[in-house]
């Protein structure tokens, strides 16, 4: 496991709300703690040592592809959703029941961290996020209110139902990167170029910092109420941030990335990072402080492992588009994925993306079925 040698960054923050600096460890009833995820499949590999079966999971695995979600998801907006601990904590056992995965990913969206701080944002159906002001200037930023712990406890309390239920598999705690969750808050809602933010860092370093600072301390709070309430893991998703060149991303959001990680480093749980479109930023991607790179569709896995020079275990990466394709078509490309992470440390099967909502579940579970089938080696 890497030691998770993270950016230098200049946080006065003291840790006493959740911020980083904050010490101490996870509690002995943690199921990482107390044994019941730290012997996993899922775990094992995340900690580069031989599973005793190939762990798979797939992001975005809870939701539209289940018809079960579907009938749950009646009548309730998407952030709403998020934010009633039961329906959280059901729709994220969904998909652990029916397909036998390796994991559970946490349900919730990236943009939860805002509305719990009270900036107004919401899921428009077919658009994405769209925030009711976007944040552009220094003033702009300066009014940004602050995440409090408090206002957290709805994600405690999911988490804390789901992993009751959940046994010996664990849970992924998931948030959005600081590029990422900073893009959406300049642009005001999804965006192809996510110039709005690129500009930004150019014309006006001082405010992206302090957004890209603002954006990572509510990221990294999200992580620390999904860790310390029972996650096993937690995943760093960075979306957009293919967009940006290496340099660009090193200066302006490798930083805000690490400060995110400074709030859980001390937890000891395996941190994840995924990006789509990265396969230029991998290695300064890992070099924020992680213990295990997601890489996706677009860059095979042994490529990856070398661009990487076999330090970290890897996750991914089943091409998404695949999972239509004839069956004999998909199970020999999820082979030659398995075939390719061979050479890393270690590997968790997952997709390249997330699963399209039009996926017939059955191909998962087969998908899934599949994996299981071929030994570790």
Known sequence: MTSRAAAPHDSTLDGTDGTPGAQGGLDAGHPLMDGRTSGSPLITAYRGGTPSRRPVWFMRQAGRSLPEYLKVREGVAMLDSCLRPELASEITLQPVRRHDVDAAIFFSDIVIPLKLAGVGVDIVPGVGPVLDTPVRTAADVAALPTLTWEALE???????????ELGTTPLIGFAGAPFTLAAYMVEGRPSRDHLGPRT????????????????????????????EAGASAAQLFDSWAGSLGLNDYTRFVAPASARALDHVRHLGAPLIHFGTGTS????????????????????????????????????????????????EVLEAHVREVIAAGAAAPGHVLNLGHGVPPETDPDVLTRVVQLIHSIAPE
């Open 154 to 164: 709805p994600i405690r309390e999911a988490v804390r139902l789901t992993v009751a």
């Open 200 to 227: 930004m860092m150019h014309a006006d370093p001082e405010t992206w910092t302090a957004l890209a600072n603002w954006a990572a301390d509510a990221s990294g709070m999200f992580l620390r109420a999904q860790l």
């Open 280 to 327: 230029e930023l991998l290695v300064a991607m890992r070099d924020v402080g992680v213990d295990v790179v997601g890489v996706d569709y677009r860059l095979p896995l042994d490529e990856a492992n070398r661009r990487l020079g076999g330090t970290v275990p890897l996750q991914g990466n089943i091409d998404p588009a695949l999972l239509a394709a004839p069956w």
